[in-house]
Structures are given as C-alpha cells and as structure tokens.
C-alpha cells in the first residue's frame, strides 16, 4: 500500500491564524480516541517508511499492525469480515499518520 501526502509552504492559510485549520489536528485525534504511537521497523528490515521528494512524502510499506505488533491478514470475504475489514484500513490509516508526524513533527502541516 503506498500513501502519497504533499505538504508545503505555498498552501491557503486560515485568516484568523497561521495555521491551515480552525482546530489542532493532534487534539482533534485525540478527541476522537486515535493515539498515535512511535513507529519502528522490525530487526533486519531496511525499507523507508517515509521518503521525502520536494514538497511530497511517500509512505509505505505499512499495513494494518496493533501496538502489540500483530496483524491483521486477509482478504475481506475469504477471510476477513466486513468489519474487520474497515478496521484493518483505519488501522493502516493511523500508522501512516504515526509515520507522517515522525517526519514532518507536525500534522498541522498537512
């Protein structure tokens, strides 16, 4: 799965503040129970989470993994439910953002 987000310094800013939205976005992350954690590559694996290319990053090589390290693996319908499903994408969803914050500290950027 690869996940491209560009960020830069050219973007429309807020009128009432300097940054690009009314809110905090790691507050807002938050409010709404997603922690963010510390990522890390298993031992013996040396692949890029995060490559920077100008004002684009590309994110990859991370799937759907709990804190604890396990996966979930499966096609949707074979082997996996619906839900699990969705839960898997939101899973990957909040490891790219983990991933996105160690790179560029400050998910307000995006």
Not at 4 to 21: E, P, R, V
Not at 55 to 61: E, F, H, P, R, V
Not at 62 to 75: D, L, R, S, T
Request: proline letters at 3%.
């Amino acid at each position: 799965m690869i996940l491209i987000i560009t960020t830069g310094c050219n973007t429309i800013q807020n009128q009432n503040s300097n940054t690009l939205y009314d809110y905090d976005i790691e507050d807002r992350l938050k409010e709404l129970g997603i922690e963010l954690q510390e990522t890390k590559l298993p031992p013996g694996l040396s692949i890029e989470l995060a490559k920077r290319k100008g004002d684009m990053i590309y994110l990859s090589g991370n799937g759907p993994k709990f804190n604890n390290g396990e996966q979930i693996q499966g096609k949707v319908g074979k082997d996996l439910t619906i839900t699990q499903g969705y839960e898997a994408a939101r899973l990957t969803a909040i490891n790219h953002l983990s991933i996105l914050k160690s790179e560029i500290g400050d998910l307000n950027k995006v």
